[in-house]
């Protein structure tokens, strides 16, 4: 009721109308006792204390019954929607059946709380929300501020512990000794799973039918993106704002969650997606609401400036977080200056745009080919129907081609070099990268995806094993030998680890040892295979996952499940296949050094030994 994404008190009063620049509520219901947690965000130069008194002013109308009343209904048919989606994830079930019995909750009472929830009346939320929200709570502020009781302590010694990877336990030899029947692996086949068919307009369908419940998804799908105008993005966020000639952006919201359903854009270097969800009932009302939307949205000039108040302050915000500068550093270390988090509208382009341009783009992608992905209860035919009827498109041969764009392309490297990015911390974010340029072929991803799983992949890796368990020398290891997601792109390897700033150049040093000569233990590549074999057997592409796994296997040029390859290919991969993979892949290559940190506070002088030292600026790596 306060909060839900879409339609809350919080959603409507202070996120819509950008009030605030984000805020939202979430329970934690315990055994013992149980919260409501609010959080909200500042816009530029807003009180903290101001945001607090707006999200208590909503808890107030929350107390008062000062709500519409469809709202209740809308909140437990979206809480049934919800609930259908979760039956459909095995962690969600699970996470069910724990809460339920860590709260001592009776099985059945869990299992009907929707139906319950149907029953309870405006009244009933009234007096919940006076009994249990006064003025009880707390409020914590964070503040910028230089915390002056750190205090430092001296280095200590660590001495590594040697690997026993040959060694087992009792309770492991306990657990291997179980018999359990092996999971049999279903791979996709995708002439008998999904069907490749047209509309009646001659657009592309990809079509796979529901058979479980009653769910829907619908996507318009083009085939450009932001590598050929980096302005959708900006103009599909701004109908977000944005009401019709015939409805607000309030009542628009409202009545989308009312009908639980949902409409989303999201824009990719290579494609831009149009995407309806929900109960599949109310599917044909759903369409003509956005299709009202993509045709008929109003400019709103004050929603337009306000929404650009709110881009710039989170992207000067990011700045200020040590993961999204190291998510930049390494795009721009991998692709270089034009990458996807550098190509963006620019503030001064924002502000210069007039959003009436903006919505142009929106209402001409009307007039562009684009390709129908749906899954859900509806046969073929019903669904062609719904679609020649309501999506307001030309027929085909009529369409536009979609426009050409320039890719982002991942950079080889040819000798040693170390590029840092500054950022004042106690630690150090540090990926190594080399590219050579090498392309990837089906046959390629067997030994790949081996060599992942026995070196980095997980706790049982020998990277982990080496950097965190046997030398204490990282928060966090990891490395991989990265394949395309699309054919034109090459394949690429990386190392990664957070570590102390101290500790920097053992880092190098122990991972330039692991990659230069790859220790190796049969008994630990045996469970490694043993893992991954496992992890593809019961692995299962269902549902709607079905199209997606169809379009990225049409990437990389098959028209089969790679998985399947994979499996097969398995039993007869030796450790001397991976020694021998890792050798050409990885070892004696030259590597750029991606170091996120306060070069003050690090080894200049041993990173200048590894090669030149080229120093970016957060406007290098962010583009602002």
Same mark, same amino acid.
């Given at each position: 009721?306060?909060?839900?994404?879409?339609?809350?008190?919080?959603?409507?009063?202070?996120?819509?109308?950008?009030?605030?620049?984000?805020?939202?509520?979430?329970?934690?219901?315990?055994?013992?006792?149980?919260?409501?947690?609010?959080?909200?965000?500042?816009?530029?130069?807003?009180?903290?204390?101001?945001?607090?008194?707006?999200?208590?002013?909503?808890?107030?109308?929350?107390?008062?019954?000062?709500?519409?009343?469809?709202?209740?209904?809308?909140?437990?048919?979206?809480?049934?929607?919800?609930?259908?989606?979760?039956?459909?994830?095995?962690?969600?079930?699970?996470?069910?059946?724990?809460?339920?019995?860590?709260?001592?909750?009776?099985?059945?009472?869990?299992?009907?709380?929707?139906?319950?929830?149907?029953?309870?009346?405006?009244?009933?939320?009234?007096?919940?929300?006076?009994?249990?929200?006064?003025?009880?709570?707390?409020?914590?502020?964070?503040?910028?501020?230089?915390?002056?009781?750190?205090?430092?302590?001296?280095?200590?010694?660590?001495?590594?512990?040697?690997?026993?990877?040959?060694?087992?336990?009792?309770?492991?030899?306990?657990?291997?000794?179980?018999?359990?029947?092996?999971?049999?692996?279903?791979?996709?086949?995708?002439?008998?799973?999904?069907?490749?068919?047209?509309?009646?307009?001659?657009?592309?369908?990809?079509?796979?039918?529901?058979?479980?419940?009653?769910?829907?998804? %619908?996507?318009?799908?083009?085939? !450009?993106?932001?590598?050929? =105008? /980096?302005? +959708?993005? &900006?103009?599909? *966020?701004?109908?977000?704002?944005?009401?019709?000639?015939?409805?607000?952006?309030?009542?628009?919201?409202?009545?989308?969650?009312? %009908?639980?359903?949902?409409?989303? !854009?999201?824009?990719?270097? =290579? /494609?831009? +997606?149009? &995407?309806?969800? *929900?109960?599949?009932?109310?599917?044909?009302?759903?369409?003509?609401?956005?299709?009202?939307?993509?045709?008929?949205?109003?400019?709103?000039?004050?929603?337009?400036?306000?929404?650009?108040?709110?881009?710039?302050?989170?992207?000067?915000?990011?700045?200020?977080?040590?993961?999204?500068?190291?998510?930049?550093?390494?795009?721009?270390?991998?692709?270089?200056?034009?990458?996807?988090?550098?190509?963006?509208?620019?503030?001064?382009?924002?502000?210069?745009?007039?959003?009436?341009?903006?919505?142009?783009?929106?209402?001409?992608?009307?007039?562009?080919?684009?390709?129908?992905?749906?899954?859900?209860?509806?046969?073929?035919?019903?669904?062609?129907?719904?679609?020649?009827?309501?999506?307001?498109?030309?027929?085909?041969?009529?369409?536009?081609?979609?426009?050409?764009?320039?890719?982002?392309?991942?950079?080889?490297?040819?000798?040693?070099?170390?590029?840092?990015?500054?950022?004042?911390?106690?630690?150090?974010?540090?990926?190594?990268?080399?590219?050579?340029?090498?392309?990837?072929?089906?046959?390629?991803?067997?030994?790949?995806?081996?060599?992942?799983?026995?070196?980095?992949?997980?706790?049982?890796?020998?990277?982990?094993?080496?950097?965190?368990?046997?030398?204490?020398?990282?928060?966090?290891?990891?490395?991989?030998?990265?394949?395309?997601?699309?054919?034109?792109?090459?394949?690429?390897?990386?190392?990664?680890?957070?570590?102390?700033?101290?500790?920097?150049?053992?880092?190098?040093?122990?991972?330039?040892?692991?990659?230069?000569?790859?220790?190796?233990?049969?008994?630990?590549?045996?469970?490694?295979?043993?893992?991954?074999?496992?992890?593809?057997?019961?692995?299962?592409?269902?549902?709607?996952?079905?199209?997606?796994?169809?379009?990225?296997?049409?990437?990389?040029?098959?028209?089969?499940?790679?998985?399947?390859?994979?499996?097969?290919?398995?039993?007869?991969?030796?450790?001397?296949?991976?020694?021998?993979?890792?050798?050409?892949?990885?070892?004696?290559?030259?590597?750029?050094?991606?170091?996120?940190?306060?070069?003050?506070?690090?080894?200049?002088?041993?990173?200048?030994?590894?090669?030149?030292?080229?120093?970016?600026?957060?406007?290098?790596?962010?583009?602002?």
């Amino acid at each position: 009721m306060l909060s839900n994404g879409t339609a809350g008190l919080m959603d409507l009063n202070l996120n819509q109308p950008m009030r605030v620049m984000q805020c939202g509520v979430w329970d934690m219901a315990l055994n013992d006792y149980s919260m409501l947690m609010a959080y909200g965000y500042p816009i530029e130069g807003q009180p903290l204390e101001e945001v607090r008194d707006l999200m208590l002013a909503e808890v107030e109308k929350l107390k008062r019954g000062d709500f519409d009343d469809d709202l209740l209904v809308s909140v437990v048919n979206n809480a049934k929607l919800d609930y259908l989606r979760g039956l459909n994830s095995n962690r969600s079930r699970t996470s069910q059946m724990v809460d339920a019995f860590v709260n001592n909750i009776p099985w059945e009472q869990e299992v009907h709380k929707i139906e319950r929830m149907s029953h309870l009346t405006k009244q009933d939320i009234v007096d919940f929300a006076n009994r249990h929200l006064g003025n009880g709570y707390a409020v914590v502020y964070k503040r910028l501020g230089e915390d002056t009781t750190l205090k430092k302590i001296d280095k200590p010694a660590i001495t590594p512990i040697p690997a026993n990877r040959d060694m087992k336990s009792a309770y492991l030899n306990g657990i291997l000794a179980e018999e359990v029947s092996p999971i049999q692996p279903q791979f996709v086949d995708y002439s008998k799973e999904m069907t490749v068919a047209s509309t009646g307009k001659g657009l592309p369908l990809l079509y796979k039918q529901n058979t479980d419940d009653d769910l829907f998804t %619908l996507t318009y799908k083009y085939d !450009f993106g932001n590598t050929a =105008d /980096n302005r +959708y993005e &900006t103009a599909l *966020g701004y109908l977000d704002y944005l009401g019709t000639k015939s409805m607000t952006v309030q009542q628009f919201k409202q009545q989308m969650y009312k %009908l639980a359903c949902s409409v989303s !854009f999201m824009v990719s270097d =290579d /494609n831009i +997606y149009l &995407t309806l969800s *929900g109960l599949s009932e109310n599917m044909a009302q759903a369409m003509r609401l956005a299709e009202d939307l993509l045709a008929n949205a109003k400019v709103d000039e004050e929603a337009y400036q306000g929404m650009v108040d709110l881009v710039v302050k989170a992207r000067n915000d990011a700045k200020s977080n040590q993961d999204e500068c190291f998510g930049r550093l390494m795009s721009y270390g991998f692709y270089g200056p034009r990458n996807s988090s550098t190509d963006i509208m620019s503030e001064q382009q924002m502000r210069d745009t007039r959003p009436a341009d903006l919505l142009k783009l929106v209402k001409g992608l009307s007039g562009i080919q684009h390709q129908v992905m749906y899954f859900g209860p509806m046969s073929q035919q019903e669904l062609t129907a719904q679609v020649d009827k309501i999506h307001k498109t030309a027929k085909r041969l009529a369409l536009a081609p979609a426009p050409a764009g320039q890719p982002y392309m991942e950079q080889e490297v040819a000798a040693n070099e170390v590029w840092i990015a500054p950022y004042d911390a106690k630690n150090i974010y540090l990926v190594q990268y080399t590219n050579d340029g090498a392309r990837w072929t089906p046959e390629h991803a067997p030994v790949v995806n081996m060599f992942n799983e026995y070196y980095g992949g997980g706790m049982n890796g020998i990277v982990f094993q080496e950097m965190r368990e046997a030398r204490g020398l990282a928060y966090s290891a990891a490395a991989a030998y990265r394949q395309p997601s699309k054919l034109g792109h090459p394949e690429y390897a990386m190392t990664y680890i957070i570590t102390q700033n101290d500790k920097m150049m053992d880092c190098i040093n122990a991972f330039n040892e692991i990659v230069g000569n790859m220790p190796q233990s049969q008994a630990a590549f045996d469970l490694a295979k043993e893992s991954l074999m496992k992890k593809l057997a019961s692995r299962r592409t269902v549902r709607g996952s079905v199209l997606n796994s169809y379009i990225q296997a049409q990437q990389l040029g098959i028209d089969y499940d790679i998985n399947s390859l994979v499996y097969k290919a398995l039993p007869n991969l030796t450790l001397d296949n991976i020694v021998d993979f890792e050798r050409r892949g990885m070892a004696g290559r030259p590597y750029r050094y991606l170091i996120l940190g306060n070069e003050n506070e690090l080894d200049m002088e041993s990173l200048e030994k590894i090669g030149p030292v080229r120093r970016l600026t957060l406007e290098d790596i962010f583009g602002y």
